[in-house]
């Protein structure tokens, strides 16, 4: 009984991971960027549902949507204002720029938060019991709904026209334009849908671990960042498989080993991965194009 | 239909496309020679807006389209086939005819879809696998029946028989052929200057980014310069 309540501890966090893995690898398969901002999404997501519902008494539902709404459209603005005029510069300074928009939405938070720690209200109250363990509804939804948007999300890029524009951008995006599909479109598209996933795993997170503070976005960024590399860095399911799994590795080592050795591990595993296998699980190989 | 006056396109400093002028008429197939690093596929690039010439004017049925963006110009009625087949790998082979009708609807795709699969049975019997793993005469097949998919007046093609053995060059050559008696306009663009003129209404000879010749096929095939230059003597 231990090992499935860690399990499903473990999927839990693993589900949130997860969401914002997949924010990490769509927009590195479509711009080729690691998006060190994305994790300072989480941050805002978690503010905006708190300060909605606390200062505005906001309902629950209301608070939530507004968030994935602002959250969306603050990482479209993001890769606008600051990635889009850097399109075709080198990578190095992209990335510099994003790690200062990541210190730039932390400072702006500590601003108007201070940075002492705020507590959020957990919109999923009460638990469920299966046998003699007690698993909280923060944990049965996070996990159920986890699932469904990644199916949802799946069908999307597989089924639908904007997802197959998705890939073929993320493959060529040259290629793409000259079958006429609007790469800037198809890049903001990205950009807000893996910021929506964000502001959903962020309100996820605070429902489960109450406090929020303005640089509560960095190490659950970076482990979803890890998330992705060990799904593989670009692939969809790789992110979503990658999430789990780093979620299951903390909580057996959380209940097993002990409970400060949680980040050595997950850090343990990039070290690992990259030395085996740099492309992930699910990742293709880097020289594609002959 | 297709008019560049004038363009220039640079690389940083590297001077690629010299004042370069050249006309496609309604109807035509007319062929843009020359060897490797000529310029060839800039020229391309600059007309389906990938590229910007410095000044110049170019100019697609009779609207100016200098300024316009590459995605833009499918809707108008222009398809380029790239330079080495670039079909997108991981996408299934209808993947790829749906991403090449991308701006028209299901209805006219699946029709045009058909259209395609008669043309290209091989492409057919391929149509659930995944796109890389076509060999390279079926990718070349894929890309030409790719751009069909907009239904295009005009198709720019750069090096459609690069890298295929004899008989796939002949096929695809016939093909374009076939495309043109259909009513689409061509311009081709090939280093295999024998088969490329011998479809060809008139050609362009580009020399280092420069237009050095303009005649019709049949004479650029009898012009001394051309038979050494490109035709092996
Ligand atoms: N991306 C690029 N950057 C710099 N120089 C380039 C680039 N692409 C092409 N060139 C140069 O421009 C010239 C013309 O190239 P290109 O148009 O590809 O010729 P062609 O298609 O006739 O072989 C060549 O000298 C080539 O080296
Ligand atoms: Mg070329």
Known sequence: MTLVYLMINGLQ?????ALVALGYSMVYGIVKLINFAHGDIIMVGAYSTWYLMSRFSAPAWLAVTATIVMCSVLGVLIEKIAYKPLRKSDRLSLLVTAIGISLL?????QLLFSANPRMFTNIFTGSVSIGERQFSNA????????????LLLTLLVKHTRMGK??????????TAQLMGINVNNTISFTFALGSGLAAVGAVFYCCSY?????????????????????????????AMIGGLCIGIAESLTKGYISSQLTDAVVFGILIVVLLIKPSGMFGRRMNEKV | MLKVENINVYYGAIHAVKNVSFEVAQGEIVTLIGANGAGKSTILKTVSGLLRSKGGR???????ISSSEAYKLTQKGLSHVPEGRRI??????EENLEMGGYIRNNRENSRTIEDVYDRFPRIKERRRQIAGTLSGGEQQMLSLGRSLMSAPRLVMMDEPSMGLAPVLVEQIFSIIKELNEAGTTILLVEQNARMALSIAHRGYVLETGKITLEANAQALLNNNEVKRAYLGG
């Open chain 2, 58 to 64: 170019i100019s697609f049925l009779n609207e100016e």
């Open chain 1, 13 to 17: 966090i693993g589900s949130i991971y």
């Open chain 1, 105 to 109: 939405l932390q400072n702006v938070a």
């Open chain 2, 88 to 93: 997108f790998q991981q996408l299934t082979v």
């Open chain 1, 210 to 238: 109450s406090q929020i503070q303005p640089t509560m976005g960095s190490m659950l960024g970076l482990k979803a960042f890890v998330a992705a590399v060990l799904g593989g860095i670009g692939s969809m399911p790789g």
């Open chain 1, 165 to 174: 524009a998705m890939r073929a951008v993320s493959e060529d995006y040259e």
């Open chain 1, 139 to 150: 944990t049965t939804v996070t996990i159920a709904v986890s699932i469904v948007i990644m």
